[in-house]
């Protein structure tokens, strides 16, 4: 779904915990799960940066709304170098405040064997349909930004016309 900057919709949230029952609703996209391929096995969520705060911006290095750091399910996340612990998914009304969100993937210059396996995982996935507008490997949504349609949980990019996975997007690979 595309949503219209400067509106409230109602998202599902990480709700995090952590010292003295401080809580954090962070925003997230797609299902929990893991990447053992990439390397980032434990489950986790990615952050939805469409509707995430400056000050949650800060805390995930959220760059022009991509980002690398996942929400951990089973392990501590480090918000203001303290630990909070995911407690559940809910649901909060959030204010759109961006039309982008997605991983900012591995930089081919000081992480090239990485990047090498992203680029080896996305090759299967060349040519396959995507049907209702979801990428095939989770089925999320996709979302289009500067007439790129791509899906914000891994980048895999679609063909406007042909519904076909023709590559991935990713910022940091140039």
């Known amino acids: 779904m ?11 949230c990480a709700e995090l915990i952590g010292y003295k029952d401080k809580r954090f609703f962070v925003p997230v996209n797609g299902p929990e799960h893991s990447d053992p391929q990439f390397g980032a096995s434990p489950n986790h969520y990615h ?3 469409r509707f995430t705060s400056n000050l949650l911006n800060q805390q995930f290095y959220i760059q022009s709304g991509f980002t690398n750091k ?4 089973d392990k ?3 918000i203001f170098e303290k630990p909070f612990y995911f407690r559940r998914i809910v649901f909060k009304h959030k204010l759109c405040r961006s039309d982008v969100s997605g991983i ?3 930089n081919p210059s000081n992480r090239p064997a990485e990047f090498e ?24 949504e996709f979302i289009e930004t500067n007439g790129v349609r791509y899906c914000p949980l891994h980048g895999l990019r679609t063909d406007k ?8 997007f990713l910022p940091n690979a140039g």
């Open 76 to 78: 501590k996340n480090i």
């Open 104 to 106: 900012l993937g591995p």
């Open 161 to 168: 016309e042909s519904s076909e996975i023709v590559g991935y």
């Open 47 to 49: 952050v939805d940066a």
């Open 117 to 140: 396996k992203y680029q080896t995982w996305a090759k299967g996935f060349l040519g396959k349909k995507c049907h209702g507008g979801k990428c095939p490997h989770y089925g999320t």
């Open 2 to 12: 595309n949503y219209e900057i400067g509106k409230y919709y109602k998202v599902p």
């Open 70 to 73: 996942p929400i951990w399910v």
